[in-house]
T-cell receptor
Framework: DQQVKQNSPSLSVQEGRISILNCDYTNSMFDYFLWYKKYPAEGPTFLISISSIKDKNEDGRFTVFLNKSAKHLSLHIVPSQPGDSAVYFCAAQKGANNLFFGTGTRLTVIP | SQTIHQWPATLVQPVGSPLSLECTVEGTSNPNLYWYRQAAGRGLQLLFYSVGIGQISSEVPQNLSASRPQDRQFILSSKKLLLSDSGFYLC??????????????FGPGTRLTVL
């Protein structure tokens, strides 16, 4: 059963505009959420995370928003750059337990 | 600096054949090691993790097994592959036992196709 879902398999955005990637989860016990970025032929690399006690975390051009009541998180990239083109995975964790990953969203930033 | 290696990058195997995927980590000692798989239409799923030589925990019952013969070597095996074993296999390491996800570092992965 998919406890973390990314319903958009792909997203295309013009360079300089905002990219918004969405993720939904079903397990209310998750207390930590992460986004990973994956380039072809490479493993995922950690991008940004957020604890369930927060609703926003910002790191440069990347901001993650958490809506616990809706069990929804999103990643905003502003402004989007061609180098941001990659597959983005969201993941969720309860305590120090297993990571549960979504299926990924392929972002294409068009120059 | 630490690096993680996986091979092969791609693999095509017939149903019923054996499997051996290898993962090695350099630049760290006594890492925690993980095997993940992404099947078609699914998210990455943890298969096995190991906190030390010979110590393997299985998260999902399946046709696969894992072994850790050396401190920085993690092997994923199968005696007889099934079609459902097709997927993208990722090895990861961390230094914090069961730590937060941002402490896990992933290898480049192996794309396995079982025909």
């Amino acid at each position: 059963d998919q406890q973390v879902k990314q319903n958009s398999p792909s997203l295309s955005v013009q360079e300089g505009r905002i990219s918004i990637l969405n993720c939904d989860y079903t397990n209310s016990m998750f207390d930590y959420f992460l986004w990973y970025k994956k380039y072809p032929a490479e493993g995922p690399t950690f991008l940004i995370s957020i604890s369930s006690i927060k609703d926003k975390n910002e790191d440069g051009r990347f901001t993650v928003f958490l809506n616990k009541s809706a069990k929804h998180l999103s990643l905003h990239i502003v402004p989007s750059q061609p180098g941001d083109s990659a597959v983005y995975f969201c993941a969720a964790q309860k305590g120090a337990n297993n990571l549960f990953f979504g299926t990924g969203t392929r972002l294409t930033v068009i120059p | 600096s630490q690096t993680i290696h996986q091979w092969p990058a791609t693999l095509v195997q017939p149903v019923g054949s054996p499997l051996s995927l290898e993962c090695t980590v350099e630049g760290t000692s006594n890492p925690n090691l993980y095997w993940y798989r992404q099947a078609a239409g699914r998210g990455l799923q943890l298969l096995f993790y190991s906190v030390g030589i010979g110590q393997i925990s299985s998260e999902v019952p399946q046709n696969l097994s894992a072994s850790r013969p050396q401190d920085r070597q993690f092997i994923l095996s199968s005696k007889k592959l099934l079609l459902s074993d097709s997927g993208f296999y990722l090895c990861a390491w961390s230094v914090i036992p069961g730590g937060r996800g941002d402490t896990q570092y992933f290898g480049p992965g192996t794309r396995l196709t079982v025909l």
